[in-house]
């Protein structure tokens, strides 16, 4: 005898992916690269504040 699957997990095998222009996709990559920029100096500045505290 077969399990029958639940309405949940049948929404979720058939969800739809939307799909994006290639415009939109460059300007979510470009935003995506700034925000990982950004968040690396923000680590770095956050870790030479750390060093200059434990120094003193």
């Known amino acids: ?3 029958r699957q639940s309405k949940h997990s049948i ?3 058939q969800r739809h992916r939307p799909e ?3 415009a ?3 300007v979510a990559r470009k935003r995506l690269q700034e925000f990982e920029r950004q968040s ?3 680590f770095l500045i956050r870790a030479e504040m750390d060093r200059r505290l ?3």
């Open 11 to 13: 929404k979720q095998t």
């Open 24 to 26: 939109i996709l460059e």
């Open 54 to 56: 434990h120094s003193l």
């Open 40 to 42: 690396d100096e923000g």
């Open 1 to 3: 005898m077969k399990k």
């Open 20 to 22: 994006f222009s290639p």
